[in-house]
């Protein structure tokens, strides 16, 4: 198949997507909670959004229980994520675990018996755990070195993407997808301020769940992680058609998130990883390649 628009477009929001936790890392070390990054993220994309749905707001009353329900996934999702990083995980480590949604994906469908999982599924998910073990460092460092809740909430995140990426495929067809996001941040606001509250029950950690009035130079970091992390990135992949890019050509090119990820974790944060730790990097992104053709 030939280069199309569609493809640009893809990877533009592959690059937006590499710098999330480049982002999330950048702002802890400025003194950002975790909770605070999400918050901005959510609520500057929900104005960034109105732009391209040129304010053409759509949300009917029987929709109201899905859009709370998928917002409080993503917010959770986002929070778990970025907080791995809060947690000392490496930007390497915390993508490849996020990566793992794909298996979470297919135990989800198989416990709700939407997929059955047969022998080469079952292979390549092993190989994801492989890869799972590999990227969290217990095969070669002792455990005491090891961020053992940091390693759980990015896995944690990657079965919450699951979940996430489930209720959106529930998404209703008379729902535009931007619309469909403005709707799904507009709860996750108000779920970020919750799960906000329901943590401090357990923990006062200021870089997890403080919150402050950021300076000049935090704004402009949150306003640009907003813009080019959120809002350009899923308003590109608005625009791709899918008679020029096919889902699975689609899924695969946006595997080159947590590559770039890495890269840029090694250029610009100056992280490094262990090689083992990069074997299980690379088996994690095998391992869901393979799924994507697989379910094609």
Not at 58 to 75: H, I, Q
Not at 225 to 238: D, H
Not at 281 to 292: F, K, N, P, R, Y
Request: net charge positive.
């Amino acid at each position: 198949m030939a280069l199309t628009r569609s493809h640009l477009l893809v990877v533009l929001a592959c690059l937006g997507f590499s710098f999330i936790l480049i982002f999330s890392t950048i702002l802890k070390n400025t003194g950002i909670s975790s909770l605070q990054q999400v918050l901005f993220r959510v609520t500057l994309a929900l104005l960034f959004i109105l732009i391209p749905i040129k304010g053409r707001i759509k949300l009917e009353k029987r929709d109201v229980p899905y859009f709370a329900a998928t917002g409080l996934v993503f917010s959770a999702f986002l929070l778990f994520a970025l907080s791995s990083i809060v947690f000392d995980c490496p930007v390497a480590v915390a993508t490849a675990l996020i990566y793992t949604q794909p298996f979470f994906t297919v135990m989800l469908s198989a416990f709700l018996g939407k997929e059955k999982v047969d022998a080469r599924k079952f292979a390549v998910v092993a190989l994801g755990i492989v890869g799972a073990f590999l990227v969290s460092g217990a095969a070669t460092e002792p455990i005491s070195n090891l961020n053992v809740f940091g390693l759980f909430l990015a896995l944690l995140a990657g079965f919450l993407y699951a979940v996430y990426l489930y209720l959106k495929r529930m998404l209703k067809s008379g729902y535009a997808p931007l619309q469909g996001l403005f709707n799904t941040l507009l709860f996750a606001t108000p779920c970020t301020l919750l799960l906000g509250f329901a943590l401090r029950a357990f923990t006062e950690n200021p870089i997890f769940i403080g919150f402050s009035a950021p300076d000049a130079e935090q704004f402009a970091l949150l306003f640009l992680f907003a813009f080019f992390c959120t809002a350009m990135p899923y308003g590109l992949l608005n625009y791709v058609k899918p008679n020029e890019v096919s889902p699975t050509t689609e899924g695969t090119i946006l595997l080159l998130d947590p590559v770039l990820h890495n890269l840029w974790a090694v250029l610009i944060l100056r992280q490094q990883v262990s090689p083992i730790r990069y074997v299980g990097v690379g088996l994690i992104l095998l391992s869901a390649a393979i799924m994507l053709r697989i379910k094609r």
